[in-house]
């Protein structure tokens, strides 16, 4: 057996198959489950299509279906639309608030937008502060919170930096020439877009808004707290609390969700294949920039504000609510108070260890998984080895609610020994399913990390003396340091307000994580400012994790681009 | 106002000044092309050339300064109305498009009925022998058949004037050879004014009619290619285009005419009204080399070194040959059998007085 | 060398033997961890956790938060392997679905002072299994901003919310998905009658907003202005005024007053503390908790009341509040799962078509106030009977059997079931829907007619 690995290759066969095993045990096999369990009948075990007919001719689910598509696709309309000037402005201009736009990027990514929901209806509702003002003003209210708006509005203001993140890179892709040819041609303005610009950056575009419809399609915490039962996603969740375990209505909706998250994912690498049109030449990259007139500069700052205004809208809605003793029918709070903080303190610290342990956690295997499977997979010759990078991102695919339904399926009737306790309530399997959902992420930042490490590097220490396993931890994981770091922190980051599958899983209060807790006290008819303070401090904690997470990085790659300078002046 | 006049015409430069930023790229460039003619721009990289092209193209900073086209002002014209054709360096064809879409741009721009495109399209392709390829996507296509559709696409427009910009740095040496003789068949066939970027001095001499050597964004010399190599105006022009013995001296009265009175202690009579710190250049062809006891006649000069070193050039011999501080090349050419001179060997240089050059640094 | 060991064998069992005869003496310790699976929300259980771990430093008590359907299903799924030791909700039916499915065991309470009833209904279960520890009725909430602003008057009774002057500023939440919720429709049934109940609760939910998704988000609409109006359990409606929001709680006439409770879960890890834990709630101590500001429930223990704010209904001495309607725990039990699924199927799912429809027939009668056409009214008649109609009778209702259908099947079942859940739901979503429609055009036309 060993002979039929080279030398060297054993330590990353038996991480490999450790790996695998762990997928397998903790996605494909609860996934599996949860897909055998909608096609069989619930009172014999035989199989059978029969709930899939229930569901197709249930109007409610059929409505759901259909809600759940349109808020989707709408929420990337909007998300577009918000990301469009700003995108415009960043690759066209020499525009100075570029910084200011970045940072818009990333304000919405700090708030789980299921907090941001509560503090939505509190602005932007039938008699919220917006409307109560426009009505006294105007005369007239816009109906922004309204049945599904409020869900599609919600989403679209948190998940439009994916789609600013893609479509600016995909424009920075796109070679100064193409346009210049165009030009000299005779193409200027809305011609050269639609025919040059917007087909070159209309894959990267796409790649993005796949994710984002996904993203938007499978998210259960946001529709529930704005009371919309009847998308999918609720529906699963409900059917599940309150008719049980074996209600295969859930379990076909999670086929569903499953299903459609397949083929979003199956569109967004269509649409990159081959059609990956980044050509970087001499001259460098990107549009052509210009700089602005005074009063485009004014333009500019003008939209740059408002969609600021709007982005930071939940955010602040949640900074008066946390601070607020009683906010009805009113555009503000009637008084202010620190009491909601002592509150949260005295009582809620538990949440916050809890989501410090199982982010980090999580975090931490998720980078450690990520970078084995990346060396695995471009390093070695491991047969198989492909599997496991399908297996990990497989996990983009199934949405936490599914995940959650599964693991409950599962692992509920399985006894963990020494603790007795079912793994389903462990809190263990919090960690697991955070750390198995943000996997996907940290892979591809690990991947990127390594493919900038020169193999060279290795084979030179090889070459030195140095052993496969020494090489890589003196020479590649330093290499990769800034990358696996920036996917530690986007895993912790993203864990650390996840809601849909924790939501499934916590078994005792204690057990629970801050987005638990917020979601615990935003259901107090004595009001929400604690939970609004705690969600303030969750918010606070992912966005300073953030911030300094960058700045390592940045140190990082300044330190490695000066000795690349030295390197280059020491040849010159 | 667009430009629509199609006829070729000559281009005009007035005192062009270009900055990017802080750094003054171009400097009081004048320059004046004819009509029909196969003009390139010849210089080191960063000598301003690509910037003058597409400062010509309407690309990059605005500068001060007149351009004219054909007489008319078009310093002030977005691109995108100067009816200018332009090759990029990376032919720049448009991957989403296939060949056709792509050749077929710039007339759909000029709102040109249907049907006529399709004709010119085809005529096009048909000039640079790719109609059959009109089907395919740019990915599809080598290195040399981007380039022609490049150039399809630019003269299916009928642009008043060419610009191609080092089009043929990214090819292959053999292929260059070949690409270059079609380029200015076609420019011939087309009588296209057409201005050609280019560092490389082959390329320059073999193909233009006439070319602006540039460095440090100053024009350095106009003029035709022999003239250029045959009289150079100033060290560098001589440098760069060919190989040139340079010694430094003084030219000083003598006997009724001057003489260089080099550095290294040689005394050469020449014929040039100036004086005073000056360098002389002669051409390594030029000089004959002879056994150390050969008088010159009476239109050359006599130098007597020692030589150092001897290399085998195939068709060429070229010796260096020591005279006091200075090594001079000769190249002579090789005839089968002929004496070779070997190193340490002293030997007679024969330079003709006209083939000497007094030149500024 | 033996001797010293065989001497310290014996002093050693001697010493064991005396700990273990003095083992029986002592009290059972009360420590470890208290799981209790609750509805209630944090106000509630954070205070009495806090309280009662101070009141016993060596307990450490564990909630696990689900809705009351979704406890009992919970319950119901970890029998094999009860982690759980109490449940604490508020509907008795809940409870009385569990003891019958014999996951619940009797307890005796040690506290003195309880009585046997509040208002109509037996503080306790007759059969010792589930404890009431406080008392809570149903009626309505409203935002007195709201009702400012928008020029409505306060409600009194049922019968205002099917004014048209609460079209679309009523909110509630449903049977299916809050015990709370579900008492209070089976209360107006059971006061009522099947057809006018019904009727009743179809004519209110004309007017609502929003059926929301948990019982808290009927108060929480309330308190932040959403809608103006509100069907909830008193002590949302009370808590929330004690909190400082613009509310008022009224209890129509039509009420009950229903005990919450708790009980002991069969095979419990810890029952020496859940014990505790009752007897702590129905002390002085523990009752005068449930006076706190963001708790407010009825008390059991009638000398509370003596601690009570001024204002604060006390429904042993006013007997007005829930005497109206003797709650029948049995029938409720009965149909639980059938009242459940028609509350979703005509009313839930059904809002926007049904809110259409009665706003056509308020505009029809609005139309005709004042004149007289026979042929109108008897459109509006008909469209009103349209509207009521409900697919199942009472007595079917009731049946065994059909509830049977509405059950998730457990392997150890052996009723028969006649139909899926899924179709016969479909059947009536059918009927329902047809007849809002049928019954919109109808309402249409007698507007025309005036």
């Not at chain 1, 074996?246 to 459609?260: H, Q």
Request: glycine share 8%; aromatic share 10%.
């Amino acid at each position: 057996m060993a002979s039929a690995f080279k030398p060297g290759q054993r330590g990353p066969a038996l991480a490999g198959g450790l790996i695998a095993l762990f997928l397998i045990f903790f996605l494909v096999v609860p996934v599996v489950q949860v897909v055998l369990v909608a096609f069989q009948d619930p009172n014999t075990g035989a199989p059978t299509l029969i709930n899939f007919v229930d569901f197709f001719t249930t109007s409610l689910f059929q409505e759901s279906f259909v809600n759940s598509f349109y808020v989707a696709a709408m929420s990337v309309v909007v998300a577009t639309i918000i990301a469009i000037p700003l995108a415009y402005f960043t690759t066209r201009f020499n525009f100075s608030g570029a910084l200011l736009i970045q940072t818009l990027g990333i304000i919405p990514l700090i708030m789980p937008p299921f907090v941001g929901a509560v503090a939505m209806t509190l602005l932007f509702g039938a008699n919220g502060s917006v409307n109560l003002l426009l009505d006294e003003w105007f005369g007239f209210t816009i109906p922004f919170m309204e049945g599904l708006n409020g869900v599609i509005f919600v989403e679209s203001i948190h998940y439009f930096p994916f789609i600013l993140i893609n479509l600016s890179a995909a424009l920075n892709n796109i070679d100064r020439s193409m346009e210049e040819s165009a030009q000299n041609l005779g193409a200027n303005g809305v011609r050269l877009f639609r025919r040059i610009v917007f087909p070159l950056a209309m894959p990267g575009y796409v790649a993005g808004a796949a994710l984002v419809f996904i993203k938007v399609f499978d998210d259960l915490g946001t529709p529930l707290l704005l009371n919309i039962n009847n998308m999918l996603a609720p529906q699963a969740f409900l059917r599940i609390t309150s008719i049980g375990i074996s209600d295969p209505m859930g379990y076909v909706i999670s086929v569903i969700l499953v299903a459609f998250s397949l083929l979003s994912l199956w569109v967004s690498l269509l649409a990159l294949r081959g059609k990956d049109y980044s050509t970087v030449q001499k001259g460098g990259g990107g549009l052509m920039r210009r700089d602005l007139r005074t009063w485009e500069k004014i333009g500019c700052y003008a939209v740059v504000i408002l969609i600021l205004l709007l982005v930071l809208s939940p955010h602040l809605g949640l900074l008066l609510l946390s601070f607020g003793t009683i906010w009805s029918y009113s555009v503000l709070p009637d008084a202010y108070t620190f009491e909601h903080y002592v509150t949260v303190f005295s009582e809620a610290s538990g949440y916050i260890t809890n989501t410090l342990l199982y982010a980090g956690l999580a975090a931490l295997f998720d980078v450690i998984i990520g970078t084995a499977i990346a060396y695995i997979v471009w390093r070695t010759g491991l047969p198989g080895r492909k599997w496991l990078d399908y297996g990990a991102t497989a996990a983009l695919a199934v949405p936490g609610v599914v995940i959650g339904i599964g693991y409950l399926r599962t692992f509920h009737s399985f006894n963990v020994p020494i603790i007795d306790q079912p793994l389903a309530s462990w809190w263990v399997i919090i960690v697991v399913a955070l750390t198995i959902r943000r996997l996907p992420y940290a892979l591809r930042a690990c991947m990127a990390a390594l493919q900038q490490v020169s193999i060279m590097l290795e084979e030179a220490a090889e070459n030195l003396g140095a052993t496969k396993g020494r090489t890589v931890w003196r020479v590649v994981v330093p290499l990769m340091s800034g990358g696996i770091l920036a996917g530690f922190v986007t895993s912790f980051a993203t864990a650390s307000v996840e809601l849909s599958a924790t939501l499934m899983l916590v078994a005792v209060d204690s057990d629970a994580p801050l987005a638990y807790g917020i979601y615990e006290f935003m259901q107090s008819a004595s009001g929400r400012g604690p939970g609004a303070a705690l969600g303030v401090i969750g918010v606070l904690f992912v966005g300073l994790g953030t911030y300094f997470s960058h700045r390592i990085i940045e140190r990082s790659r300044a330190s490695r681009e000066s000795t690349a300078v030295v390197a280059e002046g020491a040849t010159a | 106002m667009t430009s629509t006049d199609t006829t070729t015409a000559g281009v005009d430069i007035e005192s062009l000044n270009l900055s990017f930023d802080d750094t003054h790229v171009l400097k009081g460039i004048d320059l004046s092309i004819e009509p029909g003619e196969f003009f390139a721009f010849l210089g080191p990289s960063g000598s301003g050339k690509s910037t003058l092209l597409r400062a010509i193209a309407g690309f990059g900073p605005t500068p001060t300064g007149r351009i004219l086209i054909g007489g008319e002002e078009i310093a002030h014209l977005p691109p995108w109305k100067r009816n200018v054709g332009m090759v990029f360096q990376s032919y720049a064809l448009w991957p989403h498009m296939t060949v056709r879409k792509n050749v077929a741009f710039g007339l759909e721009e000029r709102k040109v009925p249907t049907r006529e495109i399709a004709t010119r399209v085809d005529a096009a392709l048909e000039m640079v022998g790719l109609l059959d390829l009109a089907d395919r996507r740019p990915a599809q296509l080598s290195g040399g058949q981007q380039q022609r559709i490049a150039l399809a696409r630019t003269i299916v427009v009928e642009p008043r004037v060419l610009l191609l910009d080092e089009p043929l740095s990214n090819l292959d040496a053999n292929l260059r050879v070949q690409m270059r003789r079609e380029l200015r068949e076609l420019q011939q066939k087309l009588q296209l004014t057409t201005i050609f970027v280019t560092h490389d001095q082959e390329e320059a001499n073999t193909t233009s009619d006439r070319m602006a050597v540039l460095n440090d964004g100053v024009i350095q010399q106009v003029g035709t290619p022999m003239e250029l190599y045959d009289n150079p105006a100033n060290l560098f022009v001589a440098t760069f285009l060919g190989t040139a013995n340079v010694l430094s001296g003084v030219v000083e009265d003598a006997d009724g005419g001057a003489q260089f009175n080099a550095v290294d202690g040689a005394q050469i009579p020449v014929d040039s009204a100036e004086r005073g710190s000056r360098n002389l250049m002669f051409r390594p062809q030029n000089v004959v080399i002879a056994a150390a006891d050969t008088c010159a006649d009476a239109d050359g000069v006599r130098l007597t070194g020692t030589v150092r070193h001897v290399e085998f050039l195939g068709s060429i011999i070229r010796y260096g040959v020591t005279i006091g501080a200075d090594t001079v090349l000769v190249d002579d050419r090789h005839q089968q059998g002929a004496p070779v001179f070997a190193p340490d060997s002293q030997v007679s240089l024969l330079l003709p007085r006209d083939q000497l050059m007094v030149l500024e640094s | 060398m033996n001797n010293h060991k065989s001497g310290f064998v014996r002093v050693a069992s001697l010493a064991l033997a005396l700990s273990l005869l003095a083992a029986p003496l002592s009290l059972p310790a009360v420590d470890g961890t208290l799981t209790i699976v609750t509805s209630y929300p944090k106000d509630t259980t954070g205070t009495f956790k806090k309280a009662f771990e101070k009141k016993y430093p060596n307990v450490k008590v564990e909630m696990l938060k689900k809705k009351t359907t979704a406890g009992i299903k919970y319950l119901q799924e970890t029998a094999g392997s009860n982690t759980a030791d109490m449940f604490w909700a508020s509907a008795p039916d809940a409870f009385e679905v569990l003891k019958g499915d014999d996951l619940l065991i009797k307890y005796q309470v040690k506290v003195k002072g309880i009585p046997e009833k509040v208002g109509s209904f037996p503080i306790n279960d007759p059969d010792g299994y589930y404890k009431g520890f406080a008392a809570s009725g149903y009626g309505i909430m409203w935002n007195t901003r709201y009702l400012k602003a928008k020029k409505l008057p306060a409600p009194a009774e049922w019968a205002d919310l099917k004014k048209p002057v609460y079209h679309g500023h009523v909110g509630m939440s449903a049977p299916s998905r809050s015990g709370t919720t579900h008492l209070t429709v089976e209360t107006l049934l059971q006061g009522k009658g099947w057809e006018k109940g019904w009727a009743e609760w179809k004519a209110m939910a004309g007017n609502f907003k929003t059926v929301t998704e948990r019982s808290f988000g009927v108060p929480d609409g309330v308190n932040s202005g959403q809608f103006g109006v509100g069907i909830v359990i008193d002590f949302f409606g009370l808590s929330s005024k004690a909190s400082g929001f613009p509310v008022e709680y009224v209890y129509p006439t039509v009420t009950t007053l229903v005990p919450a409770n708790i009980a002991l879960v069969k095979n419990g890890p810890n029952p020496e503390a859940a014990g505790a834990f009752i007897e702590y709630l129905l002390s002085a101590e523990g009752q005068e908790l449930l006076l706190d500001p963001k708790i407010r429930r009825l008390p059991v223990n009638p000398a509370t009341y003596a601690k009570a704010p001024a204002g604060f209904p006390n429904p042993f001495k006013d007997s007005s509040i829930g005497s109206a309607v003797k709650f029948d725990l049995g029938l409720s039990k009965g149909r639980y799962n059938v009242i459940n699924s028609l509350f979703d199927v005509m009313i839930t799912y059904r809002l926007d078509d049904l809110r259409d429809t009665t706003k056509a027939i308020q505009d029809a009668e609005a139309a005709m106030a004042g004149k007289s056409n026979a042929q109108a009214a008897d459109l509006i008649a008909q469209a009103k009977a349209l509207v009521n109609e409900v697919p199942v009778d009472e007595a079917t209702a009731s049946k065994k059997e059909f509830n049977g259908i509405f059950k998730k099947k457990r392997k150890k079942s052996t009723t028969q079931v006649t139909g899926r859940q899924a179709e016969v739901e479909q059947e009536w979503d059918a009927m329902v829907k047809a007849n809002y429609a049928k019954a919109k055009s109808l309402a249409e036309k007698a507007k025309s007619m005036l």
